[in-house]
């Protein structure tokens, strides 16, 4: 076993580990507008998770570099709403070329071939080639701070308010999303992405 205290690793040598051992993690595609509604922001996140079924909830975290808030986690508190798209192998290309760093005034959309839907009840819009959307709000933000008091993550928790399933992928009769049907790509360490391997069962004791 090789053993490192936190506060000895650097910053990267810390990401590196995180990234590497919580695996494989979903990634969020997430879809916001500018401060003055006129850009359609896209950008991927995988420290993101689902947090309740009581509240539908999931939850985002935007890392800041260089101490930056992201465009993604701007636009969030500027009006409190986000589409969050679930990655599946057939946009995962697309997803990829959102990684870049553009300008506010730039759409990561345009250097991809995906096409977009008006959502219902909230002004962001969806991306129609994904299978899965969720239509959210914000519910709870929680700006998350060193030991300075600087604040190093943007932590967002957002409310479902409208679940759009592609019938290919949502079984009517369980109410289950068909994972195989989905066919989701996660996240791994460096440029490494996953799809699903082999499933298996495991009933949990009562």
């Not at 205290?5 to 500018?34: C, F, H, M, N």
């Not at 995988?46 to 890392?63: D, H, I, K, M, R």
């Not at 399933?165 to 369980?174: G, I, N, P, S």
């Amino acid at each position: 076993m090789v053993d490192f205290k936190a506060d000895e690793l650097t910053t990267l040598e810390q990401y590196k580990i995180i990234i590497g051992s919580v695996v494989p993690r979903p990634i969020a595609w997430v879809t916001t507008l500018s401060k003055d509604r006129e850009v359609v922001n896209a950008a991927p996140y995988s420290f993101f998770n689902g947090a309740s079924n009581e509240l539908p909830l999931l939850t985002v975290a935007s890392l800041r570099v260089e101490g930056e808030m992201k465009h993604t986690a701007k636009n969030i508190l500027y009006h409190k709403e986000a589409v969050v798209q679930m990655v599946d192998q057939s946009v995962a290309e697309d997803m990829n070329a959102t990684c870049t760093s553009l300008a506010s005034d730039k759409s990561e959309l345009a250097l991809t071939g995906v096409s977009l839907l008006d959502s219902q009840m909230i002004t962001v819009p969806r991306i129609k080639e994904t299978k899965i959307q969720f239509e959210t709000v914000l519910h709870q933000y929680l700006p998350i701070t060193d030991e300075n008091g600087k604040i190093i993550t943007d932590f967002f928790i957002l409310r479902v308010l409208v679940n759009h399933l592609d019938e290919a992928v949502f079984d009517r009769k369980t109410g289950y999303i068909q994972s195989q049907s989905l066919d989701p790509v996660a996240r791994l360490a460096g440029n490494q992405y996953t799809t699903l391997g082999k499933e298996f069962t495991m009933i949990r004791p009562d």
